[in-house]
């Protein structure tokens, strides 16, 4: 088959991807979509392979995003998933773009359309005595392998696909209205409007809901466009594969060649080069093509310290948006509808305090209305105010953060650059004397440990230097000062609230 004609086939079946469709494949398959498939699976394992096991023998069904092989038997399943992932993994890719998936499912069906084929054939073959002999033997082992097939078929459950939240479940406060705001309208003109989109807050406050509530609605509203989401780590994965089966070609040809890229937890590329430098390549290339860019991570850019400059001048290039912890009212408002999606009868006195005490994220949030809707269950009570408080007494015993003074330390030198003999050292320069005093007021709020302690773990200072560090950084609170990181100015406040998070999230 020509290179032409197989492009022409690629775009038949992507235009059956906007519908489910099935097709048993062989000859009495007329539908042209149908017959797309046929002849790209048919190249990708081999005419005589697929004749042997394919034809006639398993059913197609594209599905959004999936490419679904449905065969007779757990036996062909397993047989399928080791010797035909590849060329079939390949064909879904043909069919629906780079962001296609495949599974397969058992269908009994299958085999009694396949087993009457087959006794049809050999009947005119066999004489009677062998046939009976043949009858004979086959009604013996079919209990047996019934009750293997079944047990193979509940160990192997069909695979379901990723559920992605919807924009319109994102409750929206003070904290988070600019970030959903710019995730609605970019959505709605991929590619010209805030490109790339970068949202960064802290652990629990939403990211991954909104990225995922904007690849969901333009899938929705532009089903023709190549749209991938991943996390960082998916990303990394795929290009260490790449690089160890020596098949970056095909690597960056898939991702090179979308309309929509979007990318959680971009933080997790710092420190690392080589993934950085592919990053940035595509990143090149899709807005050379106007393709739209989506990501995530849990700290502004400029504070992704260990991430190379002209990455980080990218993700400044569009918009960046900052998520912060859900405010009373914003909390009160997600416990309400959680509560409401459990069917959870509970008081609005009980989903004030549980506003009121958990407000780290919205995680922690949601979890403490999970274990009020355990008990409710249990006991068939309505959930009152005090009943709260004393089913949520050990969880949030549980919640508490035991932050040490090392874990001080290695927070603030990755966040500045600077080194632990430094931050520890005599010198007095601006660029490691800041580091030194907020490190110092954060083990004063976030530990136990006395102003002596302090000033022997940071380079045995004595007390008096804890607490004119401790002083100095109030009055910069006080007066909005900025701080130096990363050549740039960055409010006081908003530093420490980015070191608290990092430290309560590690």
Not at 152 to 169: C, E, I, M, V
Not at 438 to 449: E, I, V
Request: hydrophobic share 40%; aromatic share 8%.
């Amino acid at each position: 088959m020509q290179p032409t004609s197989l492009a022409v086939e690629g775009a038949l079946c992507a235009s059956a991807a906007k519908r489910p469709t099935e097709a048993k494949l062989g000859p009495a398959t007329t539908e042209s979509n149908a017959q797309s498939i046929y002849r790209l699976l048919a190249q990708q394992v081999g005419e005589r392979s697929f004749q042997n096991w394919f034809a006639g023998k398993v059913s197609l069904k594209l599905e959004g995003n999936f490419l679904i092989v449905g065969v007779a038997s757990p036996f062909l399943l397993t047989w399928m998933q080791k010797k035909f992932s590849s060329p079939i993994n390949a064909t879904a890719i043909a069919c629906i773009g780079p962001s296609a998936e495949y599974r397969f499912e058992v269908i009994p069906e299958l085999a009694n359309s396949e087993n009457s084929k087959s006794a049809n054939a050999k009947s005119a073959d066999v004489d009677a005595d062998h046939s009976t002999d043949s009858t004979t033997t086959t009604l013996k082992a079919k209990p047996e392998r019934e009750r293997l097939d079944q047990n193979q078929a509940r160990k192997q459950a069909p695979y379901k696909g990723r559920h992605f939240s919807d924009l319109s479940s994102f409750v929206t406060g003070k904290s988070n209205q600019l970030a959903f705001m710019a995730a609605q309208q970019a959505s709605d003109e991929p590619g010209a409007l805030y490109n790339p989109l970068f949202i960064h807050g802290g652990v629990g406050v939403g990211k991954t809901h909104l990225l995922e509530g904007f690849y969901r609605k333009v899938r929705q509203q532009y089903p023709s466009l190549q749209v991938v989401f991943l996390t960082a780590e998916s990303f990394g994965n795929y290009f260490s594969k790449a690089l160890h089966e020596r098949s970056l070609p095909g690597f960056r040809h898939r991702f090179r060649n979308v309309d929509v890229l979007i990318i959680d937890d971009i933080d997790f590329f710092e420190s690392k080069r080589m993934f950085q430098e592919e990053l940035l390549h595509t990143i090149k290339h899709l807005e050379s093509h106007g393709r739209q860019l989506v990501f995530s991570s849990d700290r502004h850019p400029r504070l992704l310290t260990k991430m190379s400059e002209e990455l980080t001048t990218r993700f400044l290039s569009g918009l960046v948006c900052r998520m912060e912890s859900p405010e009373t009212e914003l909390r009160l408002e997600i416990a309400r509808q959680r509560a409401l999606k459990l069917k959870t009868r509970i008081t609005e006195g009980a989903l004030e305090y549980v506003a009121k005490r958990f407000t780290n994220n919205v995680r922690e949030l949601e979890g403490a209305i999970n274990c009020l809707q355990t008990y409710q269950v249990m006991t068939s009570q309505k959930i009152t105010t005090s009943m709260a408080r004393q089913i949520l007494a050990d969880l949030e015993r549980d919640c508490i953060r035991i932050i040490k003074l090392d874990d001080i330390k290695q927070i603030v030198c990755n966040t500045f650059g600077v080194s632990e003999a430094d931050l520890k050292s005599s010198r007095r320069s601006r660029n490691i004397s800041q580091p030194r005093m907020l490190a110092m007021f954060l083990a004063r709020k976030l530990t136990q440990a006395a102003y002596s302690e302090i000033g022997d773990f940071f380079g045995g200072r004595n007390h008096s230097t804890v607490m004119f560090a401790e002083k100095q950084v109030r009055k910069w609170l006080q007066n909005h000062s900025s701080i130096q990181v990363a050549l740039q100015e960055w409010p006081t406040e908003e530093i420490i609230e980015s070191l608290e998070q990092q430290l309560l999230a590690s």
